[in-house]
């Protein structure tokens, strides 16, 4: 590149990088917290949070389950707090994926090669959540819609749910054992959050770079 004015682009541009970096660094805050609303506004509860405890459910959130679910900016990248997420609420990938599915966990800057993952890279980054169908239901559980309702044969009602037999109205013995036949649908509420703080970065750094270097033409 050649100076117009010698001396002065240095001390110029380093003056333009100083305020773009600043702005991008503004960026990288408002892209996380763009990311995060994005993430927990996506998620859904499929069972009341507020619903009894179940034989095989240890972890309780008591409606506390989306503040777990976070992007945090560092000092190169906007990332989601997985390590948090694994932590307080770890069945949250499979909200995410969906039974009987598999996903890509990528890193920043990572380019995916075309075909399918190592046996490594499948353990590490392409998690596989198990099939739930066919898996049979025990027999202290029923179908309800709410906890201390009345009872409601499988598929009879809309937003059935589990329930411990015992805390459902007119529950009848039950005879023969039931089966799972649905998996658990992906609500891919981090993925919607990624793509949101990713263009909610890419607008406000395109807008810093204009403001930045706005009105510097260069000659090499």
Request: charged content about 25%.
């Amino acid at each position: 590149m050649k100076e117009r004015v010698p001396g002065l682009l240095g001390r110029a541009m380093n003056d333009r990088l100083d305020l773009f970096l600043r702005s991008e660094h503004i960026a990288r805050d408002q892209a996380a917290a763009t990311a995060t609303a994005a993430t927990q506004k996506g998620f859904t509860y499929k069972r009341p949070f507020d619903a009894s405890k179940r034989p095989g459910r240890t972890f309780t959130t008591g409606g506390r389950f989306p503040t777990f679910l976070e992007w945090r900016a560092t000092a190169d990248r906007v990332a989601f707090d997985a390590q948090q997420a694994n932590s307080r609420v770890p069945y949250w990938i499979i909200q995410e994926i969906g039974t009987g599915e598999s996903a890509r966990i990528r890193e920043a800057g990572e380019t995916v090669r075309r075909g399918r993952p190592s046996r490594e890279e499948a353990s590490v980054r392409s998690p596989r959540i198990p099939s739930q169908r066919g898996r049979l239901i025990p027999g202290s559980l029923a179908f309800g819609t709410a906890e201390g309702g009345n009872f409601t044969p499988a598929g009879a009602a809309r937003g059935e749910q589990l329930y411990l037999r015992s805390r459902l109205k007119n529950a009848p013995v039950q005879r023969r054992p039931l089966v799972i036949t649905r998996e658990i649908e992906g609500q891919h509420f981090v993925q919607k959050g990624g793509e949101a703080g990713f263009r909610q970065y890419r607008t406000s750094v395109l807008a810093a770079a204009r403001q930045a270097f706005a009105g510097q033409r260069f000659s090499p």
